[in-house]
C-alpha cells in the first residue's frame, strides 16, 4: 500500500486500526478487514470527518461501491493519502474540485458554486445568503476564475485559482 499512497507504513497501520474500529467485532482480521465495506454512515461518525461540511462529497468521490455508500478498506486509504501532508498540490486540487462538482459532469457551475458557498455558511436561516448575495458572489468567483468565459469553471481554470491559494494545501487535510 505504501507504494500506491502518500502514506508512510505508520500512517498506513494507523489507519487499518482505525478503519478496523469501524468492522463489527468479530470481522476484524486483516483478511476480512481487507474484503470488508463500510458504510458512509460510520465512516461519517470519525471525528476527523465529522465536522467537514463537505463529509458526504468526500465519501462518495473515494467510493468505489456500484451505489456509492461504502468505502473499502483501499477507499479509505486513497481518501486519507489525498488529504496528506504528503500529497501533491495536483492531486490535492484534482480531488478538491471532484468534490466541488456536484453533479459530476466535469465542469464547476452556477449550481455547485451554490451548493459550495451553502456548504461553506452554512445552509441555516441566519447564514443563508439570499439570491441577490448569491448571484453576486458567484458572478464575482466566476469572474476570477473562469478564464475563457464558458459560464463554468474547469478543472484547469480551478486548479490556477487554488495555485495563487498559498494555504489551500495545508487545508486541505484530515489527520488521523
Do not use: W
Not at 18 to 36: D, V
Not at 57 to 79: H, N, Q
Not at 98 to 110: A, K, P, V
Not at 131 to 144: F, T
Request: with cysteine.
Amino acid at each position: 500500500f505504501q507504494d500506491l499512497t502518500f502514506l508512510t507504513k505508520q500512517e498506513i497501520l494507523l489507519a487499518h486500526k482505525r478503519f478496523c474500529e469501524l468492522l463489527p467485532q468479530g470481522h476484524r482480521s486483516m483478511e476480512e478487514s481487507l474484503q470488508a465495506r463500510v458504510s458512509f454512515q460510520q465512516i461519517l461518525s470519525l471525528p476527523e470527518l465529522k465536522a467537514n461540511p463537505f463529509k458526504e462529497r468526500i465519501c462518495g468521490v473515494f467510493s468505489t461501491s456500484p451505489t456509492r455508500d461504502s468505502l473499502s478498506f483501499e477507499d479509505f486509504l486513497d481518501l486519507l493519502s489525498v488529504f496528506s501532508d504528503t500529497a501533491t498540490p495536483d492531486i490535492k486540487s484534482h480531488y478538491a474540485f471532484r468534490i466541488f462538482d456536484f453533479d459530476d459532469d466535469g465542469t464547476l457551475n452556477r449550481e455547485d458554486l451554490c451548493q459550495l458557498v451553502n456548504c461553506l455558511t452554512g445552509e441555516g436561516e441566519d447564514t443563508r445568503l439570499s439570491a441577490s448575495e448569491m448571484k453576486q458572489l458567484i458572478d464575482n468567483i466566476l469572474e476570477e476564475s473562469d478564464i475563457d468565459r464558458d459560464g463554468t469553471i474547469n478543472l484547469s481554470e480551478f486548479q490556477h485559482v487554488i495555485s495563487r491559494s498559498p494555504d489551500f494545501v495545508s487545508s486541505f487535510k484530515i489527520v488521523l
